[in-house]
């Protein structure tokens, strides 16, 4: 007899385990069918839909999963013929356009638990005010230099907030600190330039550039204004060498 209890005590306690678990199970699985019957209400784009600024995939639901567990890819789509373009290194939950973006649509997909979640731009990306006749205006000089602070180099946080120049020329790009040259480069089709992936609303004014396969720095901008100044001038001065940029880096 005492073992029939023994024997049915230890059933009552792997019945209320069970059932507990099964609660669990239940309750999970009805979260998960509020979130793929609220799909489109989880997330929106929010931010400026102009140069110079930043876009952020910000949360709209109670329900909508952490952005940390899901898997993110930026696109640019062509505003005529929607032409989908990859956005290599877009990965994070902020994206700051960069002058290629101007007059495309941005796009942004978000996967989580297998389900797929797209937002997009309510138009194309609209050019900085006064951008194009500041650049044409720097494009008459030899030499161009910009403040910049390095952020990163060789994909190590730099502590030092030291000012560097830029010096962005009709040939070559170089980069010093005060009299000495950090690193000096002709343009050619291995040299990469890019805004930032990610980085919050610091993005903005940030680009990335690997002067040489061994060589490559985080920059940060006085202002988005001379960010976006520096990419469209080099990308100028390199179609005049005959040279296209590897715009789009993994980084």
Not at 61 to 67: K, R, T
Not at 113 to 126: F, P, R, S, V, Y
Not at 189 to 194: A, E, N
Request: charge should be positive.
């Amino acid at each position: 007899v005492m073992d029939m209890e023994h024997e049915l005590r230890a059933l009552r306690v792997q019945l209320a385990e069970k059932s507990k678990h099964s609660l669990l199970l239940q309750k999970e699985l009805a979260r998960s069918k509020r979130v793929k019957e609220n799909l489109s209400h989880l997330y929106e784009l929010d931010g400026a839909e102009v140069l110079g600024s930043y876009l952020r995939i910000k949360p709209c639901s109670d329900i909508a999963p952490e952005l940390s567990k899901c898997a993110i890819q930026w696109y640019r789509i062509s505003s005529e013929g929607g032409k989908k373009e990859l956005i290599s290194g877009a990965h994070k939950s902020v994206y700051a356009p960069e002058p290629f973006d101007v007059g495309r649509i941005l796009q942004v997909e978000i996967i989580y638990d297998g389900q797929l979640i797209m937002l997009t731009t309510t138009g194309a990306i609209d050019p900085a005010a006064g951008l194009g006749n500041y650049v044409e205006a720097l494009v008459r000089k030899h030499d161009v230099e910009f403040n910049v602070v390095v952020t990163q180099m060789n994909g190590v946080d730099q502590p030092s907030e030291s000012i560097h120049v830029l010096h962005v020329g009709k040939m070559r790009m170089k980069l010093c600190k005060g009299k000495a040259t950090i690193a000096k480069e002709y343009y050619s089709g291995l040299m990469q330039l890019c805004g930032v992936r990610g980085g919050g609303n610091a993005a903005a004014q940030a680009l990335f550039w690997q002067a040489k396969k061994e060589f490559s720095v985080v920059l940060a901008f006085e202002s988005e204004r001379d960010r976006n100044a520096a990419i469209m001038l080099a990308r100028r001065f390199a179609f005049d060498c005959n040279v296209s940029f590897k715009w789009f880096s993994k980084f």
